[in-house]
Nanobody, 125 residues
Framework: QVHLVESGGGSVQTGGSLTLSCVVSGVSIDTAAMGWFRQRPGQQREGVAA???????TVLDSVKDRFTISKDNGKNTLSLQMNSLKPGDPGLYYC???????????????????WGQGTQVTVSS
């Protein structure tokens, strides 16, 4: 059974940084495509960043040059480095796993089968 567990959320001031981690169990992520999504208050969940089976990445325009997605295959962990956090960034952040290999990163929610429970990010001014 596949489990994804996020951690690293918290409360930071505007301009601060956080690193989110997603530890995966039950399957190797070596060739997996994965993504980070967030749900902001009153809004639908949106794809923030994604990485494909070959290491190519894509990020949402509003977080470009601030957020970086990466995989550590040895630790079976997905990370999201978030710098220069803004008031528009808070929300519940989820990691997700695409079943099977995928060429080309995608932030499309329907492409992901397994999801974590989320970790909360708060940004104060």
């Amino acid at each position: 059974q596949v489990h994804l567990v996020e951690s690293g959320g918290g409360s930071v001031q505007t301009g601060g940084s956080l690193t989110l981690s997603c530890v995966v169990s039950g399957v190797s992520i070596d060739t997996a495509a994965m993504g980070w999504f967030r749900q902001r208050p009153g809004q639908q969940r949106e794809g923030v960043a994604a990485i494909d089976s070959f290491g190519s990445t894509t990020v949402l325009d509003s977080v470009k040059d601030r957020f970086t997605i990466s995989k550590d295959n040895g630790k079976n962990t997905l990370s999201l480095q978030m710098n220069s956090l803004k008031p528009g960034d808070p929300g519940l952040y989820y990691c997700a796993l695409h079943f099977g290999a995928r060429f080309g990163p995608t932030r499309r929610e329907s492409e992901y089968r397994d999801w974590g429970q989320g970790t909360q990010v708060t940004v104060s001014s």
